[in-house]
Each structure stands twice: as structure tokens, then as C-alpha cells.
């Protein structure tokens, strides 16, 4: 992590730590989602910051548009079946993380009681062994997953190939999340509507709630933009794996003010083009 904190939203501290600096700058990111008009004022510091350290400025935003999301769903007679509890999804599907969130994790898991610690450790260790052991697709193999930087994360053929192993998610635990509050941006934007029987194996109709913005592929492509590389995602059970084989990208530090600039930029031309789908 950056010694100098780089954000605030709303006057709030974007992450953990003892000291923060003064808000240097604002930074207003409105967005028009669904129709309401969603207002994000950031206060960034003046110092360095490395791509972990956008994180949670992401998920701040990420939460303030699901609300929205889900309040116009319900209002519309909606239903959400997702709950504490409910893992089905969990041990299902890849999750894709951004080159940042990669790299938050990592911190996020070292700074971890010990026991906590180890025991991730171990559950990431081992769910690698299994994935590196049966001959997964290509883009597993030592490289993380090559993305489009204008749409949605393109994994079918992975997540086809990893529903196979039926490998749960090595952070669940009794159908409990253990890294709830630092859970990847693409398990907070996943919600279903409908019946919750669908999703054990029941009869019913469900489908994925579409997100007006996809923060995975924000930051994704932020990481590319500043580092100079393919937009890349990293899958949750080799992401541990990944960061040991790359510390010197959690080591690279841009200017705070600048990196929030262009992420906000980022944002705003995701939201400005869905909504253009959406009219079209």
C-alpha cells in the first residue's frame, strides 16, 4: 500500500490505515444510472498511489450503484432471492479479478491474523494445485486471462472448463464468505431476480441482473492504460499465486490525483455507452 492514502468519497476514508492525508482536490463523478442521477464527490490527497489502492474507492462506487440497481428492480415488483447463506454461485462460476484487485487481496490477506492468514493461504494453495493439474484452457497457464477492454470479461470457455472441476470458491466456509467486506468487485455485482429455486436446481425463472457499469472492467482497463500492458483478469483461486510471481506491479506508484482522474474518466464512458445501448 501507498504511504500516503489517496481517497475520500463523501468525506469518508477509502481505506484502512492510522493517518490520511487532507484532501488536496475533489473530484465530482456524477453518473446517470437508470435514470437517477448519482453524485460521488472524492477527495484525493496529494502523494503517490499504487493500483491496490484504488480498490476501495471501486467498491464504494460499486455499492452505491447496486443500491440503485436493485432499489429500481424491487420497485418494479422484483424479486432478489441472493442472502446470507446462499452459496450457490459460489461454488459455481469463475470470478475474474482486475490486475488491482489482485493486488489488494494480497495485501488484504498478509494483513490478516495469522491463523486467518494461513488458513486463506493454505485454501488458495490448494484450489491452484488443482486448477494447474488439469490441464486447464491456455490462458490459465502461467498468464493471466487476456480481456476485451470495451465489454464484459470474456471467459465462457474457462468458466465452462472450471464449473467442470466443481472446485468452491476457496474463501467459502459452511456457505459463508470469509473475505465478505474484501470480496471481488464481480461477486458484488452479481445478483439474480426471480425465483431462488433456480438456483438449487429447482424449476423457476432467474436471470443476472445487468449492471449499468462494470467496475471489474474499469479498473481493468486503468491497470492497462497506466502500466502499458493487455487488459488482463486474474482468476480468484491463482490471484495469491499470481502476486508472488509479480511484486514488482505492487511496487509501481502513480500520481493519486491523476489515477482517480482517469478512472472517473473510465467510468463515466462505461455508463455514457450503456446508456446508449439502452436507448438504441
Known amino acids: 500500500m501507498a504511504e500516503n ?7 469518508e476514508p477509502m481505506r484502512t490505515g492510522d ?12 453518473l446517470d444510472i437508470l435514470g437517477k442521477e448519482v453524485n460521488f464527490p472524492i477527495g484525493v490527497g496529494k502523494g503517490q498511489a499504487g493500483l491496490a489502492d484504488i480498490v476501495p474507492l471501486a467498491r464504494t462506487l460499486c455499492a452505491k450503484i447496486i443500491d440503485v440497481v436493485l432499489e429500481n428492480i424491487r420497485s418494479d415488483g422484483g424479486r432478489i432471492p441472493c442472502c446470507k447463506g446462499c452459496a450457490a454461485c459460489c461454488s459455481r462460476y469463475l470470478v475474474p479479478l482486475s490486475v488491482p484487485e489482485a493486488l489488494r487481496l494480497k495485501e488484504e490477506i498478509s494483513a490478516a491474523p495469522g491463523y486467518r492468514r494461513e488458513s486463506m493461504s493454505r485454501a488458495c494453495l490448494l484450489a491452484a494445485r488443482r486448477i494447474l493439474s488439469q490441464e486447464p484452457p491456455k490462458p490459465f497457464m502461467g498468464q493471466p486471462a487476456q480481456v476485451s477492454p470495451a465489454g464484459p470479461v470474456d471467459l465462457d470457455l474457462m468458466s465452462d472448463w472450471y464449473a467442470g472441476l466443481k472446485l ?8 459463508l464468505c470469509t473475505i465478505y467486506e474484501q470480496r471481488p468487485l464481480a461477486c458484488r455485482e452479481y445478483f439474480v431476480k426471480g425465483s431462488a429455486g433456480v438456483c438449487k436446481g429447482q424449476r423457476g425463472i432467474a436471470e443476472v441482473v445487468e449492471m449499468p457499469v462494470q ?3 474499469a479498473l481493468a482497463q486503468l491497470a492497462s492504460e497506466l502500466e502499458g500492458t493487455s487488459v488482463e483478469a486474474v482468476i480468484l483461486p491463482l490471484a495469491l499465486v499470481w502476486c508472488e510471481d509479480n511484486p514488482a506491479r505492487a511496487e ?3 500520481p493519486a490525483a491523476m489515477m ?3 478512472f472517473v474518466e473510465v467510468v ?9 445501448a439502452v436507448v438504441a
Open 215 to 217: 467496475l471489474p472492467n
Open 268 to 276: 463515466k464512458a462505461m455508463a455514457r455507452k450503456d446508456s446508449t
Open 19 to 30: 493517518t490520511y492525508n487532507c484532501a488536496a482536490e475533489v473530484i465530482g463523478l456524477e
Open 260 to 262: 482517480v482522474k482517469r
Open 168 to 175: 468452491a470458491c476457496p474463501f467459502l466456509d459452511n456457505n
Open 5 to 11: 492514502p489517496p481517497t475520500t468519497v463523501g468525506g
Open 252 to 254: 509501481r506508484t502513480w
